[in-house]
């Protein structure tokens, strides 16, 4: 049996970050994530930085890590929940309690209040919000530590309050008919912190499978939506809503008034934040027409963080459950090209070995955060629960979490429509 360190080499060399063949511990020091990687964490005293799985877990070969994986998931019973997004790997997920989209993971971490610990198995923006609607004394966990999310990053609290700030100079509070003149919305990819914004400026979150049902809660609260990080989530939901897109200026946050005139922002519909996810970003019309001359009868669904022309050109968009219940619903024989993240498009075709199913990307295109989600860590973290250590716990500032628990149970009230 191979070591985790060998089998991680002998990945498909095809992914588009050369990194990935490496173990995640080899270049999870590189900066950014981590303790304090969202300006709502609490900072363990001392700081437990990334990269530092202790080489026997580096060492272990894969199926004493997974039999270490399932004895402490025995031993801890229903003291643990473990949940994964469908984003991280089948070795990763082949061990979760729940899996889902990160609309039923922020429901998933409600239902069981009795766990001691949620061991969350997908990024840190999921961790946070585990943490935020979970009951106090619950431990939340991630894993990883540098297992970030390079979008939620494209947007900090400075930048939201100047925006903020800006707007409300420009547009004063509220609208003749006594809505607000802008409502805030962050999508769940997002800090703690702009969550918390959001709850203490009348405003919500949302999740790629809710947006549509947010910005109508939105709407009847607000003549405008300021929507953040992720431009592409915003246009094509708002464009899916008949808004036309001179009615969406873009926030460009190094720019006065976001590089937009007074009077851009007073017809605005929705201002949309200078953020993507660089998964998605890849996704292109070209590729789409590849696939649909390569394969006639081809059906095309991507996820809503892909660009417009992209959402445009498919037949169907939706969050990643969205896109399990298309395939799910397809019939044997049929063929379907899957824009969004790699494990769940492969999973996907595994499941449906009777269906040709495959990514529109070929170059392959791993979220590569997600991916440092390992059951090296999976296992340390367990074993740690099994000793009575809490390691890699996150915890988010009382103060930040009430507020952020307003606009998150907003966004769990606000279902998906389909
Ligand atoms: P879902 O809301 O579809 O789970 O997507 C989360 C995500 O990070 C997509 O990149
Ligand atoms: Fe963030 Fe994109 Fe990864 Fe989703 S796929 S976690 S948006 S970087």
């Not at 590569?368 to 390992?374: F, G, L, P, W």
Request: aromatic share 6%; charged share 20%; with cysteine.
């Amino acid at each position: 049996m191979t070591s985790v360190q060998q089998s991680i080499a002998l990945a498909p060399q095809s992914s588009c970050d050369a990194d990935l063949a490496a173990g995640p511990w080899v270049f999870d020091l590189s900066p950014g994530y981590g303790p304090g990687a969202s300006e709502a964490d609490v900072l363990p005293d001392p700081v437990v930085r990334p990269g530092q799985l202790p080489e026997a877990y580096q060492q272990m070969d894969e199926a004493e890590l997974h039999r270490r994986i399932r004895a402490a998931k025995q031993t801890l019973g229903d003291r643990l929940v473990v949940l994964g997004h469908f984003y991280q790997r089948d070795e990763v997920v082949q061990h979760a309690d729940f899996v889902g989209d990160s609309f039923q993971l922020a429901n998933a971490a409600l239902t069981r209040p009795d766990a001691e610990a949620i061991v969350f198995c997908g990024v840190h923006f999921m961790a946070e919000t585990a943490d935020i609607l979970s009951r106090p004394d619950q431990h939340v966990v991630l894993p990883n530590l540098a297992a970030g999310c390079s979008m939620a990053d494209m947007a900090d609290e400075d930048s939201v309050e100047t925006a903020w700030e800006e707007l409300l100079d420009v547009l004063g509070e509220t609208e003749p008919d006594g809505r607000a003149s802008v409502v805030p919305v962050t999508y769940m990819n997002s800090s703690a912190a702009l969550k918390a914004f959001c709850g203490r400026n009348g405003g919500i979150v949302c999740t790629s499978s809710n947006a549509a049902t947010v910005l109508e809660w939105a709407f009847q609260r607000g003549r405008r939506v300021l929507f953040f990080p992720d431009q592409h989530l915003g246009r094509n939901t708002a464009k899916a809503m008949g808004i036309g897109l001179d009615a969406m200026p873009m926030w460009d946050p190094r720019r006065p008034l976001g590089g937009n005139t007074e009077e851009a922002l007073r017809s605005a519909s929705v201002i949309l934040w200078h953020g993507f996810c660089s998964v998605h970003r890849r996704f292109s019309v070209a590729q789409i027409e590849q696939a649909r001359a390569q394969h006639a009868s081809v059906k095309v669904v991507v996820h809503p963080e892909c660009p417009m022309p992209v959402v445009d050109a498919a037949d169907a968009a939706g969050s990643t459950d969205f896109i399990r219940k298309y395939v799910a619903a397809s019939q044997p024989g049929d063929v379907i090209a899957i824009g969004t993240e790699v494990n769940l498009v492969n999973r996907l075709a595994a499941e449906h070995p009777d269906r040709t199913i495959f990514c529109l990307d070929p170059v392959i295109c791993p979220c590569s955060t997600m991916y440092r989600i390992h059951p090296g860590y999976l296992a340390w973290v367990l074993d740690g629960l099994v000793e009575g250590e809490v390691r890699n716990e996150i915890v988010v500032d009382a103060a930040v979490a009430a507020d952020a628990r307003v606009a998150l149970e907003r966004m769990l009230a606000a279902l998906p429509k389909s």
